[in-house]
């Protein structure tokens, strides 16, 4: 029997968001994000883009490559202790 293609399901949030935290550059291309995560080009950029629409990257073209970085919204989403003030 043959699956039905759809979004991985390992491309969670807080994966992608932890990959953008933890790269030397303030930014990361779709392809990097893959690579970094282990998941596929296609379902890394699925989840950037519901991500985006919710406020946690933010993202930029620049040329013909598709940049990311995480918001203020998606450190908060990682660490919500931090944005709150408790220690």
């Known amino acids: 029997m043959t699956e039905k293609p759809g979004p991985d399901p390992t ?3 807080k994966s992608i ?3 953008l935290v933890l790269a030397y550059s303030p930014v990361l291309g779709t ?3 893959a690579e970094r995560t282990g ?3 296609q379902a890394v950029d699925q989840r950037l883009r519901r991500m ?3 406020g946690l990257v933010d993202t930029r073209k ?5 940049v990311w ?3 203020n919204e998606g450190r908060t989403y990682l660490d919500p202790e931090e944005d709150s003030g408790i220690q």
């Not at 620049?62 to 598709?66: D, K, L, V, Y």
């Open 11 to 13: 491309a969670d949030r």
């Open 17 to 19: 968001l932890e990959a």
């Open 31 to 33: 392809s990097d994000i």
């Open 39 to 41: 998941v596929s080009r």
């Open 52 to 54: 985006e629409e919710d």
């Open 62 to 66: 620049i040329g013909r490559a598709r």
């Open 69 to 71: 970085w995480i918001t």
